[in-house]
């Protein structure tokens, strides 16, 4: 990790001139040339924003190229619905055709009666492997020939079947007062906001929250995309069962809070609960200011892909919107970020930039809205309905073959069902019914227990799969056994916990130096605890921006964790970021003989 992301946490933004054009690689928008191609017979350039050449169509991925699909026999039909399948196995439910486009990205594009019979085609496709299509855009190219020639792009999306919805988490950053909860109480309610922060109340866990109009805890709101790319949400008295039916993707956003005081919840809700991406909310009126640096640097430092909210736009004038603008601009431009910033104006930029966004690290959509006029609030949608998945099938399926892993990131007794936690399955797949033990405890040891249901999104499910968030009802188990940073893990697994352990660190500020015996509250995953530096190895003493291998001793009880794992650390103004390189087990039972390492023992 770049030690300069350390000028996000303590140092001074420094402008860095140039920036550069944004040039990207995918869809309509983006700039990008002909691949140094030679050029023949017809004019193969295009208009000025489109493009010659796409990227070459890869094997793997759900984006497939095609230049014709007009009347196809059934054996090339069939082969066209097998290819569809496996696009949309790849995408988790979701494809992207482009229409009118060779394999090697060519741009042809096709005739308008051409292009109809080919779209006629993929709906056969789609209806026949169960999914539905949406023109996402359509874009005209250049040719010697007097009939314009169109390229479409085509979002294919599978009709949501057993629960098996796309599911992407994100979360929401932002300074306190910049409108984080009202926004999701917009998207999430369908209806816009008075201007005093009405759309926010249901968002709200506490009295004192509701009070002060200020969050301190972790809430989850659902917004559904159904198999055409509408919104499905609370409006038209939904209940969150009807839009998890209703939905072939599902955005969570896990909205965290933005005043400083509640940093550990902010922090505590960006490790455990493995975000794909993240939300920044700027105010237009207040800009840069507060917290936000810091949470700027928290998802880089996390290394969770982000893009940017400026809202409030109806409260300041326009050059102002555009000076909050400019201002982000230039920070996400500097050497401790080294993004490209794009901002989308138009529904052709949202499309492009929830593309780009997936595939380049680099590229930071900014988007303008506002909450009570609804300015702009259209393309946010389309961002996120297009917005693809991080992992593909291949991944996913790998993480199912493990043995289950289930983080516990919430307690709650709910009467006449018991014992509940939430959280997230990390590996391997749960069922109802399923006996799996949870550790550790004070003393090392790993309990019994049974997980008697599971909920999903607020809606029964009974297979969880690996990378999704859930509920599990564990009966009559005593709940004070129970505390958040435990795992559920298969009887199978052999649990590595320990107390003490090695992390390769980068200081990120601090004010003096960094010495033994400084105790800081460590983050690693769902495990949140004070941890005191035993050693750091080759040197006496750490300054803000160097780097070293430091030995950590949890002071209270032991953890499970793993090597390679990121980890976060904090204390007042201090603050380092790292990973795990080494652990000092405590053994588990071998051959039925328990043994005893130090001061912890791990029983079954």
Not at 97 to 105: K, P, T
Request: hydrophobic letters at 35%; one cysteine or more; aromatic letters at 6%.
């Amino acid at each position: 990790m770049d030690s300069r992301v350390s000028e996000l946490f303590g140092g001074c933004c420094r402008p860095v001139g140039g920036g550069g054009a944004l040039r990207g690689r995918g869809g309509a928008g983006a700039g990008g040339g002909s691949r140094g191609k030679k050029k023949s017979g017809r004019n193969r350039g295009g208009k000025a924003n489109n493009p010659p050449y796409l990227p070459p169509e890869a094997e793997d991925g759900n984006i497939e190229y095609k230049l014709k699909l007009v009347n196809p026999s059934q054996y090339r039909f069939e082969h066209l619905v097998t290819q569809m399948k496996w696009r949309l196995q790849e995408g988790r439910g979701e494809a992207v055709y482009q229409i009118g486009v060779e394999d090697n990205g060519l741009l042809v594009g096709l005739s308008e009666e051409e292009m109809r019979a080919s779209l006629k085609t993929l709906r056969r496709m789609a209806e026949k492997v169960g999914a539905d299509i949406t023109i996402l855009r359509e874009r005209e190219v250049d040719y010697d020939s007097d009939v314009p020639r169109k390229i479409t792009e085509v979002l294919v999306r599978k009709v949501p079947d057993n629960q098996q919805f796309l599911d992407l988490r994100v979360a929401v950053l932002g300074n306190v007062d910049s409108g984080k909860s009202t926004l999701l109480g917009v998207l999430t309610q369908g209806e816009l906001d008075n201007g005093r922060g009405r759309a926010r109340l249901n968002l709200f866990r506490h009295l004192h929250e509701i009070q002060s109009g200020r969050t301190s805890s972790i809430s989850f709101e659902i917004l559904g995309f159904n198999s055409k790319g509408e919104v499905v949400n609370y409006s038209d008295s939904r209940t969150a069962e009807e839009i998890c039916e209703s939905s072939s993707k599902m955005i969570t956003f896990i909205d965290l809070a933005g005043h400083h005081k509640y940093l550990k919840t902010t922090i505590f809700g960006l490790t455990s609960y493995c975000p794909d991406f993240a939300m920044l909310v700027v105010s237009a009126n207040t800009g840069i200011a507060g917290t936000t640096r810091e949470h700027l640097g928290l998802a880089m430092a996390l290394k969770v892909p982000f893009f940017i909210v400026v809202s409030k736009v109806d409260l300041c004038s326009k050059a102002t919107g555009e000076r909050t603008v400019k201002q982000l601009e230039r920070i996400l431009k500097q050497p401790g970020c080294n993004k490209l910033p794009l901002l989308v104006n138009s529904d052709d930029d949202a499309v492009t930039a929830a593309q780009q966004f997936a595939q380049s690290p680099n590229i930071t959509p900014i988007f303008t809205l506002s909450s009570v006029s609804g300015e702009n609030l259209d393309l946010l949608k389309v961002f996120l309905n297009i917005l693809p998945p991080l992992t593909n099938s291949k991944e996913q399926e790998e993480l199912m073959q493990q043995l289950t892993e289930f983080q516990v990131d919430e307690i709650y007794t709910v009467p006449e069902v018991g014992t509940v936690v939430g959280g997230t399955l990390s590996s391997g797949i749960c069922r109802e019914g399923e006996s799996l033990v949870v550790g550790p405890t004070d003393d090392g040891k790993f309990l019994q227990l049974k997980v008697c249901s599971i909920q999903r999104n607020r809606s029964a499910c009974r297979v969880l799969r690996a990378g999704q968030a859930a509920t599990l009802a564990l009966g009559p188990f005593d709940r004070s056994l129970l505390r958040k940073g435990m795992v559920m893990v298969s009887p199978e697994m052999n649990p590595t916990i320990c107390s003490v352990f090695e992390a390769e660190i980068v200081l990120l500020f601090h004010a003096t130096t960094f010495r033994k015996g400084f105790q800081v509250t460590v983050h690693v995953g769902n495990v949140r605890q004070t941890a005191i530096v035993e050693k750091i190895h080759g040197k006496d003493k750490l300054r803000t921006g160097e780097k070293a291998v430091v030995r950590f001793r949890f002071i209270k009880h032991p953890e499970y964790l793993k090597i390679g794992a990121k980890l976060l650390f904090r204390e007042g103004v201090t603050k380092g970021i790292g990973h795990v390189t080494d652990l000092q087990a405590i053994t588990t039972e071998e051959n039925g003989v328990e043994e005893t390492l130090g001061n912890g023992r791990l029983t079954f």
